[in-house]
């Protein structure tokens, strides 16, 4: 069998047969495992069987060959693609390649246009394997967790705290550095994830980290923080920060993702948490090293990037489930912080986070 998984989307029945059968995806190193008649069957089954690769027709009714990427790639960003695009658009698949960093192969088809391609496509993800540092075969290891009613196994920490890391692909988790300490690959909705003892030293970007417990039987909330963590893209305060505070800051951060939409202030914050504004702002910035008002901007801006790339919302629906009621003043932060505007970031698509 082909060492990774793939997906071959195109609404013509003819051209999904020729994709199939144009060369011999086992030999390139491909395991078709779905052929897909529309991208919403294909976002369907992505879910189920996790494609480490997609071969996608650009022009589809329901959605194009660049949307179906760009929702996949908001859930498994190292996903490989290739779009096959007829040659009136050629300008609208050199846009992909230059933003969405796709390869594309014009139609008619050319077995060698196709097995170059495919020959990249392998080559990328051998590349990242090998950075990321798992074997295939650890992933029928993976523990299943249900995310509605999760669970874990006990872990004898032996003194240290327990920790949940989450991420969007199993390349982005981690490796474990000794084997010292406990390491547990799991898997719960649509995440991957590891439980374990010990933090490794260096944690890779795109991956959440839930606060210390004790122990595991806090599952529910293991799997809240961590949750809040990749999703808000930040860490939270270490416990050994806390010093004699009388109130957690991991606890204010969670708050501030969870409350996200809100009009938050300070003086409502710190009466939530039973404290005064001067010692609520005080050992926030202590324990994060920026203030709450960064913090939530970046919480917010944060949020608005991977609803422009994920979402249908109009701008100004974006802006409100993020916190701002002035599109304006959204857009303003948008572009101070990200460099250019809201509607062009949706426009290029570019998977930032």
Known sequence: MGKYRLMLVDDEPWALVGLKEIIDWETAGFTI????????EALELAGQLRPDAVVTDIRMPDITGLQLIERL???????????????????????????AAVYYVLKPLSAEEV????????????RQEGGAGWD???EEAILQIDKENPSFPSIDGKGHSCYLLLADSLSLLPVQEN??????????????GVLTDRLPASIPEGCGVSIAFPDTSQADQMLQ?????????FRFAKPEDYGKSQVSVADIQLYLYEHLEENISLGQLAKQFYITETYLCDIFKKQTGETIVSFLRKLRIHRSKKLLV?????????AARCGYKDYS????????DVGMSPDLYRKRGRQLL
Request: charged share 20%; net charge positive; aromatic share 8%.
């Open 225 to 233: 923080t961590a949750a809040a963590s990749l999703e808000g893209g």
């Open 115 to 126: 097995q170059e391609a495919a020959r990249l496509m392998r080559q990328n993800l051998d």
């Open 136 to 138: 295939r075969q650890q």
């Open 73 to 99: 790639r908001a859930w498994q960003p190292q996903i490989e693609c290739i779009v096959v695009s007829a040659y009136s658009d050629f300008e609208l698949a050199r846009e992909a390649i230059r933003l």
């Open 310 to 318: 994920s979402s249908t919302l109009s701008l100004s629906e974006i």
């Open 179 to 192: 084997k010292k300490g406990c390491w547990i690959l799991l898997q719960t909705g649509g995440c991957f």
């Open 329 to 336: 003043y959204f857009g303003k932060h948008f572009k101070a």
């Open 33 to 40: 495992t779905a052929c897909c008649s529309c991208g919403k």
